[in-house]
């Protein structure tokens, strides 16, 4: 922050436009100072600390479209791996073939969560760095166990290698 390239702002976005230079960002100020434009490489969106999804329309939406079922915190129902489990949508089944020798298997597109949004489920501290590092390593390591697509469990053999990659300044 000392060297001027991140700073945080808080308010309202009113308008995002492109220019040949990257992203223009208009915001209102929380503190009603006037409109601040933020001229940026890439926008990171975050939902903040509100105290129901219901409260932000992002998620509001989600929930009444697809009819999520909430926790009594009124929060994402997930599962111990932090899946929204109602969001899982199965690919139709392929086309049935006389003779076939294989068929390719059923993707399944998966949604977590993570945060505050997830209160009142598996992690106490959901909301913390540790709890933000732990769903994130139990969220990737279900997805490895379902055998997503580029993705292998954690061992020390390839950590180690990975390790030995960054220590060497060598792209993984």
């Given amino acids: 922050m000392k060297e001027g390239w991140y700073k945080i702002e808080f308010g309202e976005v009113e308008k995002v436009e492109r220019e040949p230079n990257g992203l223009v960002t208009y915001i209102q100020t929380k503190d009603f100072k006037g409109q601040t434009r933020l001229e940026t490489d890439f926008i990171i969106d975050s939902t903040g600390l509100n105290a129901s999804v219901l409260e932000t329309p992002l998620l509001k939406d989600m929930v009444e479209h697809y009819h999520l079922p909430l926790n009594p915190w009124k929060r994402f ?87 030995l990659k960054w220590a060497m300044n060598r792209l993984p």
């Fill in 77 to 163: 129902l997930v599962g111990n791996d932090f899946e929204i489990i109602d969001m899982q949508n199965p690919a139709p089944e392929p086309p049935k073939k006389r003779f076939a020798l294989f068929r390719p298997r059923r993707k399944v597109g998966r949604m977590y969560a993570a945060g505050v949004i997830t209160l009142g489920g598996p992690n106490a501290a959901v909301d913390s760095f540790l709890g933000l590092q732990y769903v994130a390593l139990v969220a990737v390591d279900s997805l490895a166990a379902k055998r997503g697509i580029g993705l292998r469990r954690l061992n020390p053999i390839s950590s180690l290698s990975q390790w």
